[in-house]
């Protein structure tokens, strides 16, 4: 369905790009746990009332447990949502070594680790705050499921040089 309508999904150069909107800082709202309230959607002071053993929670609270509805929160400054926290979101490249060859144009990873897994970015509900920073990645095998996983369809577009 993506394709028929000119979708497909960000490479992680350009998830990560779209998600920092030109900030050079953990977040695209600054550096520090903090800096998430109002924009995120991570394990918090919310969360952590009924889910004590997801792991040290932010200092922020964003009124929800687990997922909220898109939009809930700030857009970036290029007009995105959710960048942070609420569901890690797949990417097209399988996973690999940071700093190798990427393709011009869109950065997609030319060489996984051939494991066939794949990149997500993003962070989640359920995550800690480190999670949910600009670089963070994890992968995951292509056939994993959980209310924890979402996409991000995307229209093709060129990296800045």
């Known amino acids: ?3 028929r309508y000119g979708l ?3 490479t992680e150069a350009q998830w990560e790009h779209g998600a920092r909107a030109g900030s050079t800082t953990r977040f695209w ?3 520090d746990p903090q800096d998430l309230q109002g924009i995120d959607n ?3 002071q919310t969360s952590v009332k009924r889910k004590s053993g997801w792991g040290i929670p932010a200092p922020t609270t964003d009124g929800f447990t687990c997922i909220a509805p898109v939009g809930s929160f700030r857009a970036n400054g290029f007009g995105l949502f959710d960048v942070h926290g609420n569901v890690r979101e797949w990417c097209r490249d399988e996973y690999g070594d940071y700093d190798g060859a990427v393709r011009a144009g ?3 990873r030319l060489v996984g680790n051939s ?3 794949r990149v997500f970015r993003g962070g989640s ?4 705050p480190s999670s949910a920073r600009s670089a963070y990645r994890v992968w995951f095998t292509p056939s994993i ?3 924890y996983l979402g996409l991000r369809p995307s229209r093709t577009s060129r990296l800045p040089d």
């Open 1 to 3: 369905w993506m394709v």
């Open 8 to 10: 497909c999904l960000p």
């Open 106 to 108: 869109d950065g997609y």
């Open 29 to 31: 709202s600054g550096g």
């Open 115 to 117: 494991s066939g897994n």
């Open 42 to 44: 991570v394990h918090d």
């Open 125 to 128: 509900c359920d995550g800690v």
């Open 145 to 147: 499921r959980n209310s």
